[in-house]
């Protein structure tokens, strides 16, 4: 990396996030096998069901807690503490009628989502008594998150991802001594209660040991703050309700068409290969702020900087990635072997190695996609999404139409096919926004680089 990106906040939040990658990846690896162990992979099913609900209702932080962390660092930047209990009390208001709006249509429509899945006998009756306390805790959830985004947008990145990866640590150990008391699937609902109290206790101590601020003055609470607030992310927004609806939308075709044993099957290979691309692009997410800065610059020497800091990152994460996918690729079998023991199945090699694929062409485009959203071209983001997100509805969608069954491996090969599309407009788009950046600085053209 060039010298200009290792001051001593960048290198924190960047080790930070390196660090919280690991830690949230181990996390992963020892969860799996003991609740695979109490529940097998029909119950366990069950519970990816209730936590694809809370993941959906994730909808109605409508791109709240992206504009939280930006608005308030600027504000912070200005010393403007009342701004800063402004954006974030607007903020809370917001996400709290959100979530009692997500909160109402669960309860309401609880029954037709736990039919959609087409559960039946003690699984129906299990979700349908977890769900109403899953509707709760979606909506705490969203005052959390906009929490870490306060703590965050103070600069202290690095304390909002300790705070989140304790918190899933938390959650693990709690389900597991309730587990282990003989309790059944409500351990896990209690330790994901428990780590967002957590999380949330710790977040509100941290902020006011980092600043002054009021988190409840709702005097401060504003129209054009909540414009602001509204219309910052809109495209980031946008990308995120498309995420969102994408792991919901497989899992319900796959306990549709395939049964819900299968989706653990999906949950592990697609969690797992995750989880090593995150090893990887999350140490780079800080390079945003810097190639934002340095486009705010508009000079030749801004240019060329921010097109080192793009392709540096490109041959780090290339030279990292691809020999350790490769590793994995060829040792899934043996490695997974290890790790589920009794219960391995042999589908999750197979899910595994196809989800290798699709996260390694998601991380070679991750530079160009930071750098675009360093550049304020967050509609790019939005597009790029789209090709994944959308593609993936119409291809199962099809599938299910025309074969009547959809299978992990058929929505696996179609997002790797989706995501060579989404990468190469990624790196070719952010290409062409540097030309233009340089071309206009040439002549002159400061006014309109971006």
């Known amino acids: 990396m060039i010298r200009q990106l290792f001051a001593s906040q960048l290198r924190r939040n960047m080790l930070s996030g390196l660090i919280t990658a690991f830690v949230n990846l181990a996390v992963l690896g020892f969860a799996y096998p003991i609740y695979l162990t109490f529940f097998g992979y029909e119950l366990y099913g069950v519970w990816l069901v209730l936590a694809t609900v809370l993941g959906a209702a994730q909808l109605g932080d409508l791109g709240v807690t992206q504009a939280v962390t930006k608005l308030v660092a600027e504000e912070h930047g200005k010393h403007n503490l009342r701004g800063v209990e402004g954006y974030v009390c607007t903020a809370l208001g917001t996400l709290l009628a959100s979530g009692v709006l997500i909160l109402s249509i669960i309860l309401y429509f609880g029954r037709p989502i736990v039919g959609a899945f087409k559960l039946s006998g003690p699984n129906e009756v299990v979700a349908s008594q977890l769900l109403p306390y899953i509707a709760v805790l979606s909506c705490y959830t969203l005052i959390v998150q906009a929490m870490c985004a306060t703590l965050a947008g103070l600069g202290r990145i690095d304390l909002a991802n300790y705070c989140r990866t304790a918190g899933k640590i938390l959650a693990v150990c709690v389900a597991l001594a309730f587990l282990l008391a003989g309790y059944g699937m409500e351990s896990l609902l209690i330790g994901a209660v428990l780590s967002q109290v957590a999380v949330h206790v710790a977040s509100v101590t941290l902020i006011r040991r980092t600043a002054p601020v009021r988190l409840l003055r709702f005097r401060q609470v504003s129209v054009d703050r909540l414009k602001r607030l509204l219309g910052f992310g809109g495209a980031v927004f946008g990308s995120s309700v498309i995420s969102m609806l994408f792991g919901p939308f497989n899992k319900l075709m796959l306990s549709r068409y395939a049964g819900v044993a299968v989706l653990p099957v999906y949950e592990i290979g697609f969690n797992c ?55 994995l690729f060829f040792a899934s079998e043996m490695i997974l072997l290890f790790w589920l023991r009794d219960k391995y199945d042999a589908a999750v090699p197979f899910a595994f190695r196809l989800a290798l694929v699709c996260t390694l062409l998601s991380l070679l485009a991750a530079p160009a996609y930071y750098t675009l959203l360093g550049l304020g071209k967050a509609n790019c983001a939005l597009v790029a999404t ?34 060579v599309i989404a990468a190469a407009y990624l790196i070719g788009t952010a290409a062409r926004v540097l030309k233009h950046l340089s071309t206009g600085l040439r002549v002159g053209d400061n006014a309109n680089l971006l």
Do not use: D, K
Request: hydrophobic share 50%; with cysteine; net charge positive.
């Open 273 to 327: 290969a995750v989880g090593i691309r995150s090893l990887l692009e999350t140490p780079i997410r800080p390079l945003m702020v810097e190639i934002s800065r340095l486009s705010a610059e508009a000079t030749t020497a801004g240019v060329q900087r921010i097109r080192a800091v793009s392709s540096r990152s490109l041959r780090l994460v290339s030279a990292c990635g691809l020999p350790l996918y490769a590793v």
């Open 386 to 419: 789209s090709i994944t997100c959308v593609g993936n509805f119409i291809l199962v969608s099809g599938t299910a139409l025309l074969a009547n069954h959809v299978s992990v491996g058929s929505i696996f090969m179609g997002l790797i096919f989706l995501n």
